[in-house]
């Protein structure tokens, strides 16, 4: 009663159960998505499922409860974050006790062959429930943290665990983990970003895309504003399921306080596009994000970042040279004009080109097709 189908049905297909989340931010379920796609491809059998409406209303609430933390109460979200660092299994045991009822039900109707997780709160409590109820199912972690995990995705009991660096492998064999059980995957891409291997032309005017620059509504529209400052750029703003900004921006581009090479978007199906076509990219440390412009070659610029969760993402944009940060509305005019007069745009396009991001959702589907 759980199921829904989204897969074609073969008996002789291995059976893969992907664990994700479809409210608590867009990067579970764009990972899931893309290694949906490599593992059909390679002719296996998938479901995605969203564990949180079988933990009734706790998880309802739970999911609910992401975006307005988050963007509107994220002091109170950063201690429940920092909390979860120092006792990460007070968090999963209520997760454990609320979800096994229901979802032993799903596993034992669809008979996986394996569990992968890409959701780092459903990580020991999933492991703990195979254990207890004698299940003969491997169980995978998909880490879709760029820098410094939280604790949360830890589980030593995981068969594999994918993670996006070596950087992160490396602290993961520091903590105890099993050399053996840990994979340099890279991250996860979604199919329809297209993978440039060549270096961007930088032709004026400059396309700058804007997506979820921040959680602070009066931040988003400051950068904006600042942003279309510049000469010789276009600026396309995408506000996504943010409805209140997308309406005010709205509604100042048709009283005339956006200038005309703004151009706003509400909720669209082909940032891929658009990606494909920019410059630079502004948005805050989500690891999708990032990923997904560096792959379609696009520099970018960190802005903001979910307190607690995001905090060390922009390293990965920083320390590899295919960015800057600069989280201040106020500054960031200048931060463009000299990120786009002083060649340094052209040398992190170069940066991103030489170094060929990867696509880790084809490492996952290769290794949990080599395991099975």
Same mark, same amino acid.
């Not at 059976?15 to 593992?39: F, P, Q, W």
């Not at 944009?317 to 052209?346: A, M, S, W």
């Given at each position: 009663?759980?199921?829904?189908?989204?897969?074609? @049905?073969?008996?002789?297909?291995?059976?893969?159960?992907?664990?994700?989340?479809?409210?608590?931010?867009?990067?579970?379920?764009?990972?899931?998505?893309?290694?949906?796609?490599?593992?059909?491809?390679?002719?296996?059998?998938?479901?995605?499922?969203?564990?949180?409406?079988? !933990?009734?209303?706790?998880?309802?609430?739970?999911?609910?409860?992401? #975006?307005?933390?988050?963007?509107?109460?994220?002091?109170?979200?950063?201690?429940?974050?920092?909390?979860?660092?120092?006792?990460?299994?007070?968090?999963?045991?209520?997760?454990?006790?609320?979800?096994?009822?229901? /979802?032993?039900?799903?596993?034992?109707?669809?008979?996986?062959?394996?569990?992968?997780?890409?959701?780092?709160?459903?990580?020991?409590?999933?492991?703990?429930? &195979?254990?207890?109820?004698?299940?003969?199912?491997?169980?995978?972690?998909?880490?879709?943290?760029?820098?410094?995990?939280?604790?949360?995705?830890?589980?030593?009991?995981?068969?594999?665990?994918?993670?996006?660096?070596?950087?992160?492998?490396?602290? =993961?064999?520091?903590?105890?983990?099993?050399?053996?059980?840990?994979?340099?995957?890279?991250?996860?891409?979604?199919?329809? &970003?297209?993978?440039?291997?060549?270096?961007?032309?930088?032709?004026?005017?400059?396309?700058?895309?804007?997506? *979820?620059?921040?959680?602070?509504?009066?931040?988003?529209?400051?950068?904006?504003?600042? &942003?279309?400052? /510049?000469?010789?750029?276009?600026?396309?703003?995408?506000?996504?399921?943010?409805?209140?900004?997308?309406? !005010?921006?709205?509604? !100042?581009?048709?009283?005339?306080?956006?200038?005309?090479?703004?151009? #706003?978007?509400?909720?669209?199906?082909?940032? *891929?596009?658009?990606?494909?076509?920019?410059?630079?990219?502004?948005?805050?440390?989500?690891?999708?994000?990032? !990923?997904?412009?560096? =792959?379609?070659?696009?520099?970018?610029?960190?802005?903001?970042?979910?307190?607690?969760?995001?905090?060390?993402? @922009?390293? =990965?944009?920083?320390?590899?040279?295919?960015?800057?940060?600069?989280?201040?509305?106020?500054?960031?005019?200048?931060?463009?004009?000299?990120?786009?007069?002083?060649?340094?745009?052209?040398?992190?396009?170069?940066? &991103?080109?030489?170094?060929?991001?990867?696509?880790?959702?084809?490492?996952?589907?290769?290794?949990?097709?080599?395991?099975?």
């Amino acid at each position: 009663m759980f199921l829904s189908v989204r897969h074609r @049905y073969n008996r002789d297909m291995s059976k893969i159960l992907i664990i994700t989340s479809d409210k608590t931010g867009s990067g579970h379920r764009a990972s899931a998505n893309a290694i949906h796609k490599k593992l059909e491809d390679k002719g296996h059998q998938v479901l995605q499922l969203d564990v949180f409406p079988l !933990m009734g209303k706790m998880g309802t609430v739970m999911e609910n409860s992401y #975006i307005p933390l988050t963007t509107r109460a994220p002091f109170l979200y950063y201690l429940l974050q920092r909390f979860s660092e120092y006792f990460p299994w007070f968090i999963h045991m209520p997760m454990y006790f609320e979800v096994r009822k229901n /979802l032993i039900k799903v596993i034992r109707e669809y008979e996986p062959d394996l569990i992968l997780s890409v959701h780092c709160m459903f990580t020991r409590a999933i492991s703990h429930l &195979i254990r207890k109820e004698k299940l003969n199912i491997p169980f995978c972690v998909g880490v879709i943290d760029l820098v410094e995990p939280p604790k949360v995705w830890e589980d030593r009991n995981a068969d594999l665990t994918f993670v996006p660096t070596q950087v992160i492998r490396e602290d =993961y064999l520091r903590r105890g983990f099993a050399k053996e059980k840990v994979v340099v995957s890279g991250f996860p891409v979604r199919d329809d &970003i297209r993978h440039r291997k060549e270096v961007k032309e930088v032709e004026h005017p400059i396309r700058i895309l804007m997506v *979820n620059a921040s959680t602070d509504l009066k931040k988003n529209l400051r950068f904006l504003e600042e &942003i279309s400052r /510049l000469k010789d750029v276009t600026v396309d703003c995408v506000c996504g399921l943010d409805e209140r900004m997308h309406e !005010m921006l709205f509604r !100042m581009k048709e009283e005339g306080h956006l200038k005309e090479n703004v151009r #706003i978007y509400g909720f669209i199906h082909n940032v *891929n596009e658009l990606l494909d076509q920019s410059h630079i990219l502004l948005t805050k440390a989500g690891p999708n994000m990032i !990923m997904e412009a560096l =792959y379609s070659g696009t520099a970018i610029i960190v802005t903001g970042h979910i307190k607690g969760q995001e905090d060390h993402n @922009y390293r =990965y944009v920083t320390e590899n040279g295919y960015g800057l940060k600069c989280e201040d509305p106020e500054r960031i005019h200048d931060v463009l004009h000299d990120f786009i007069e002083q060649e340094t745009l052209q040398e992190c396009l170069k940066k &991103i080109a030489e170094d060929d991001i990867g696509n880790g959702a084809e490492v996952i589907a290769d290794r949990i097709e080599e395991f099975l």
